[in-house]
């Protein structure tokens, strides 16, 4: 069966400090890979996806930015973290499929960052 | 683009009611429209998938129905229990395979 890992689970950071948060998949290969932020009373905010490894795509102009070095390794990093990142961040998978009509997302615990 | 809206943000019913929780949908353009549940400060679990071509799906105490035609879908939770309490997401995948969220409806069943 299928697992999504996700680490750290919290996180209390300063303003202005680096991040660098993990997601890993087991039981699939080739997955699309996404990452979320869920602010406070909104939404998920979809951030990056990725079809294959080193294909990162963004969806929202921010100081964020993702990496795919493996096939099933996602990871959401920032040189400078601003207060409003915090949030909480999930990453998810899904199958590739030719339809898309069973397409669902599997998604990780999620980490809690706080920026103080 | 998607915008999905979903009423009421919050609900609060006594044990055993039933009650329906609303999603709609901007672009009738979807593969499939999906109901997850999300317990506090933990990921989302997927409860029911309703593809394009169907009308509704069932699952236990819970049905979910799409009309793509007005944009809309609902979620009938049967017979509330206090572990429903959670907050309910609806999600529209587009055939530009793009998963677009609802706000969600925080549910809280009271015994």
């Known amino acids: 069966s299928q697992t999504i890992h996700q680490w750290p689970a919290t996180l209390v950071q300063p303003v202005g400090s680096p991040l660098s948060l993990e997601c890993t998949v087991e039981g699939t290969s080739n997955p699309n890979l996404y990452w979320y932020r869920q602010a406070a009373g909104r939404g998920l905010q979809l951030l990056f996806y990725s079809v294959g490894i080193g294909q990162i795509s963004s969806e929202v102009p921010q100081n964020l930015s993702a990496s795919r070095p493996q096939d099933r390794q996602f990871i959401l990093s920032s040189k400078k973290l601003l207060l409003s990142d915090s949030g909480f961040y999930l990453c998810?998978?899904?199958?590739?499929?030719?339809?898309?009509?069973?397409?669902?997302?599997?998604f990780g615990p999620g980490t809690r960052l706080t920026v103080l | 683009k998607q915008e999905v809206t979903q009423i009421p943000a919050a609900l609060s019913v006594p044990e055993g009611e039933n009650l329906v929780l609303n999603c709609s949908f901007t672009d009738s353009a979807i593969y499939n429209l999906q109901w997850f549940r999300q317990d506090p400060g933990k990921g989302l679990t997927s409860l029911l998938l309703i593809q394009s071509s169907q009308r509704e799906q069932t699952s236990g105490r819970l049905n979910a129905s799409l009309d793509k035609s007005s944009g809309r879908s609902t979620l009938y939770i049967a017979a509330s229990q206090p572990g429903d309490s959670a907050t309910y997401l609806c999600?529209?995948?587009?055939?530009?395979?793009?998963?677009?969220f609802g706000t969600g409806t925080s549910l809280t069943v009271i015994p």
């Open positions: 998810a998978w899904s199958d590739k499929t030719h339809r898309g009509w069973t397409d669902t997302q599997y």
């Open positions: 999600a529209a995948l587009n055939t530009g395979n793009q998963f677009y």
